[in-house]
């Protein structure tokens, strides 16, 4: 509930501070006295726009600080807690500020914050309802909410919301499959192509390496058997080293004796060399014969090498990659070939899904339907003491074709009324003037209490234009609501002022050619004075202040 409103250079108020208790709080005072005010500041405080013109005249600045006391569990709490600040134990300040130049400043519970989370606290905080309401019981969006919130069916709703969860995951995992299957359709020519390649060559791990390796021996292979064959062709030349020195040393050996001493050394060692030449022949043959070198395995071996390449450049990754990019093109082939089968799984858990979330939007869509049916015999209960006795109140649901529905139902609701009979619903706003529009409001109000989450509501002159019995009617409602919220009342009405908890009379005075607003909450003698003027009018009357006394006797066996 609001509990304190402290109010700086607003207008025609220099200095308040106000206390508020739970239940019915009227604000009564002369017209211009300066009630609006009092709105206006706690407007400012939760989030309206603010306007320069609020400051007081010669003021540089105004100040406006509303505190407020909600349970833990309130939404404007964990609204604070997901905001990452203080939310103040259930204890909530907010202050704003606004200077000469138009500025505006906030802060709650000393953390300053923009406007637009002011506002939402607000909205949490305070309901505003008058001539010109435009908040939520005229925001056709927040009615199927309210009708939720009355009729209470959270398992209902939780049903619906569940299953539009599933239904939305089994058709995306729907459209995937699909994606998937138009997307293999589509390369499905390059697939196959690709694994044939893949699936000829049958490329190894490390081969390509491997393949260089030996190319490089048997390049290196056939440049060697070239050498070899012109050594020996240099070595065999003119009949042979081997044979020139072999027939050397035959001729020696004939040589005189007497000479043969001499040449001995000379024999020696050219039989050394005629044996050594020979194990060098003999060597290069063998060479010759063991040398591995086949031109045609050369070439099979390139042309594997120079496939295994190309296919890596047209598949985008290294050579020993190939075996992985082979595994991964015949799994994406058998999805393929597997893929009407996924599709048609797909298929058949998202009508399974839809089948279990047309369940629960019908079930919450009849729960709906008996809720409005109650709600509609509530308000049009509470229209006749109201000076509605010819208007008609009706919750429209209409249901919505699967394309629409969502996880909250299937179901548009929207408040309609007519105030005269022959003529058509229509939505509120449109339909009722400003003194029907705020008795419908209260009338809804009355009813939908129990599911609000609202702790103030305001009401400015709700019973404008109205008397007599009509007016009593208004005040006993707002008494009604109040057991539920706190309720702020601004009301010309004697009958509402009676059924007050408390009352606070705003008046003006003229302090040094300055006109000021003050308020003063009233004792009891001082509240059957201002009721008995407004009975009365400027001369109170004996009368009037009987009057008055009937009806604050009302007050206490209301």
């Not at 008058?130 to 056709?140: C, E, F, I, M």
């Not at 009355?446 to 709700?462: C, H, I, K, N, Y």
Request: with cysteine.
């Amino acid at each position: 509930m609001l509990t304190g409103l402290s109010i700086r250079d607003i207008v025609l108020i220099d200095k308040l501070d106000l206390s508020f208790a739970a239940g019915l709080t009227v604000l009564t005072g002369e017209t211009g006295a300066g009630k609006s005010i009092l709105l206006d500041s706690l407007g400012l405080a939760t989030g309206a726009r603010a306007d320069r013109a609020l400051v007081r005249q010669g003021a540089a600045q105004g100040t406006v600080t509303a505190e407020f006391s909600v349970a833990l569990d309130h939404a404007a709490c964990g609204l604070l807690a997901e905001q990452g600040m203080d939310d103040g134990g259930g204890f909530i300040i907010l202050r704003r500020q606004i200077t000469a130049d138009g500025r505006s400043r906030a802060w709650a519970n000393d953390q300053a914050i923009g406007q637009g989370l002011l506002a939402e606290l607000g909205a949490l905080l305070v309901e505003v309802h008058g001539q010109h309401d435009d908040r939520v019981l005229l925001d056709a969006g927040a009615h199927r909410d309210l009708l939720d919130a009355f009729g209470g069916f959270p398992d209902k709703l939780q049903a619906v919301k569940d299953g539009w969860a599933n239904w939305s995951a089994a058709t995306d995992a729907l459209a995937a499959a699909e994606a998937d299957l138009s997307a293999a359709r589509r390369d499905e020519e390059f697939l196959r192509h690709a694994v044939e390649e893949l699936s000829t060559l049958n490329p190894g791990d490390g081969e390509e390496a491997e393949l260089a390796e030996r190319r490089t021996l048997m390049m290196q292979g056939e440049k060697l058997a070239d050498d070899l064959n012109s050594f020996q062709a240099e070595l065999a030349s003119d009949g042979g080293v081997d044979a020139t020195v072999r027939g050397v040393l035959r001729r020696m050996e004939r040589a005189d004796a007497s000479v043969q001493p001499l040449l001995q050394p000379i024999i020696a060692a050219l039989d050394r060399a005629a044996i050594e030449m020979g194990e060098g022949l003999a060597a290069l043959d063998d060479l010759q014969r063991n040398l591995e070198f086949d031109p045609r395995e050369l070439e099979r071996v390139e042309e594997r090498l120079f496939e295994m390449r190309r296919l890596a450049r047209k598949h985008a990754c290294q050579p020993d990659d190939l075996p992985g990019m082979r595994a991964l093109l015949e799994k994406r082939l058998a999805a393929l070939d597997a893929g009407d089968a996924a599709v048609a799984e797909a298929r058949t858990a998202e009508s399974k899904a839809k089948t279990a979330l047309a369940a629960a939007v019908k079930a919450l869509t009849a729960a709906r339907t008996a809720a409005a049916l109650e709600l509609d015999r509530l308000v049009m209960n509470e229209l006749p003491p109201l000076k509605l006795e010819k208007a008609q109140f009706r919750t429209a649901i209409e249901t919505l074709s699967d394309q629409d529905w969502g996880p909250h139902g299937a179901d548009r609701v929207s408040f309609e009324v007519k105030t005269n009979p022959g003529t058509p619903f229509g939505p509120l706003i449109k339909i009722a003037s400003g003194g029907e529009l705020a008795r419908f409001i209260l009338a809804l109000k009355v009813v939908l209490a129990r599911g609000s989450q609202t702790p103030v509501m305001v009401f400015d002159e709700v019973d404008r234009g109205i008397g007599g019995a009509t007016a009593s009617a208004v005040g006993e409602r707002l008494k009604r609501l109040s057991e539920c919220a706190q309720v702020l009342v601004v009301t010309h009405s004697p009958q509402v002022a009676a059924l007050g908890d408390r009352q606070f009379q705003i008046s003006k005075r003229d302090v040094e050619a300055t006109t000021h607003t003050t308020v003063a909450e009233l004792s009891a003698d001082a509240r059957r004075e201002e009721i008995a003027r407004m009975l009365a009018g400027e001369v109170i009357t004996d009368e009037a202040r009987a009057a008055a006394d009937r009806l604050m006797e009302l007050r206490e066996t209301a």
